[in-house]
Structures are given as C-alpha cells and as structure tokens.
Antibody, heavy 125, light 106 residues
C-alpha cells in the first residue's frame, strides 16, 4: 500500500537549519508530486511547498520563499525539505503528502491523497 | 493569493444529525481544484472530497460536496461518532491555500 514515512521529531535552536525526509513506497514515485504542509500547535494547515520529482520543478508558499528548499531522490523514492534560519515561529508539525498527480512535467488533480504522520519540529533556545 | 473562509468555526451537533460546512473563496476557484480534508486530534489530515464533489477512496456516501465559483459546501448527512473532527477546505490556483477549518463536535 502507499506509504509516506517521515523522519523523527527534531529540536533546534533559533538560527539553525533542519532537513526532514519523507520516504515513499507503494506507488510510482515519478507520477506524483510531493507537497509539504505545516501545522503550528493548535492552528490550521499552512502550505509550504511542492515538488515534481520528474523535473524537480518547485513551488513555494509566499512565507517560505528563499528560506526553504525541497528536493527528491528518485533512487530511494525519498523527498526532503530543508529549512534555513529557523525561528520560534517555525515550531510546528510538518507533513509530507502525495499529490498532485503528474504526467512528466505536467501536473493535475491538485489535492493530497496520502499523508505522512508528521514530523514535529521544536525551535527553542 | 486566494483566501478561503470557512463557517461556522465550530458546529455542535449530535450523532445522526446533518452537518453543513461552508467554504467561501475570495475569488472564483476552479471546481476541479477544491478539496476537503478531515483531521482528528493527533492525526494527519486525510482526504475526504476532491474536485468539489468526488469522494476519496473509502469515504462513505454520507459525505457529499457541492458548489462552484466562490461558494462550496461539505455535507455530512447523518453524523457518525467517527465524523467528529476538524474539516479543512483547500484550493489550488498556482498556489495551495487552506481554509481555517470547521470543528464538528458533540
């Protein structure tokens, strides 16, 4: 079955960087984008970024442009999200999710059908 | 960026009752790109409805979605105990946005 397994919870000091992984299985990795969404404690969902593994095309939420990078490794079917210059406002649970569906460079069906369990990131001095 | 507003913020109902959740967009949304997610405490969100009205795999037919343009609705015809959760709408228009959520509680 389709699975997205995220790396473990992390604690960082302000100003540090962080890389979260999302290992996928059970489907054709190149046929679906990977979307990253975060949720601050007690808050709603906020879109961070998505990437098309076929060509590495990325799209970022306005808040995260320039501070986040997302990549994929098709050899291991794993996606990564790297955050720079963390602040306490980045304390949140970060989810990876499968979607949208992509056929080569073109993507369709912009929803997230399968989600990882989340990685909780705490930024504190 | 399209802003989504959901109402009400909390819906207090009993099992067996009908739930009607609203999602309003700041500008017109392509119906193909409007989705709904359910999130229970301590869990990741899960897809309920995509393309405004298509149920995701395994979602019972008591869930239905409708709407167009700027107004969309998620209806749960008869609430079951497992339906009490927070529901988020989401749209895509060269960027993803989520609504603030509606909590359906007892």
């Amino acid at each position: 079955q389709v699975q997205l397994v995220q790396s473990g919870n992390e604690v960082r000091e302000p100003g540090a960087s962080l890389k979260v992984s999302c290992k996928t299985s059970g489907y054709s990795f190149m046929n679906y984008g990977i979307t990253w969404v975060r949720q601050a404690p007690g808050q709603g969902l906020q879109w961070v970024a998505w990437i098309n593994p076929y060509n590495g095309k990325t799209l970022f939420g306005q808040t995260f442009q320039g501070r986040v990078s997302v990549t994929t490794d098709s050899n291991t079917n794993t996606a990564y999200m790297e955050f720079l210059s963390l602040t306490s406002d980045d304390t949140a649970t970060y989810y990876c999710a499968r979607g949208p569906y992509c056929s080569g460079p073109s993507c369709f069906y912009f929803y997230m059908g399968v989600w990882g369990k989340g990685t909780t990131v705490t930024v504190s001095s | 960026e399209i802003v989504l507003t959901q109402s009400p913020s909390t819906l207090s109902l009993s099992p067996g009752e009908r739930a009607t959740l609203s999602c309003r967009a700041s500008q017109s949304v392509d119906s193909a790109y409007l989705s709904w997610y359910q999130q229970k405490p301590g869990q990741a969100p899960s897809l309920v409805i995509y393309g405004t009205s298509s149920r995701a795999t395994g979602i019972p037919d008591r869930f239905s979605g409708s709407g167009s343009g700027t107004d969309f609705t998620l209806t749960i015809s008869r609430l079951e105990p497992e339906d009490f959760a927070v529901y988020y709408c989401q749209q895509y228009d060269n960027s993803f946005t989520f609504g603030p959520g509606t909590k359906v509680d007892i």
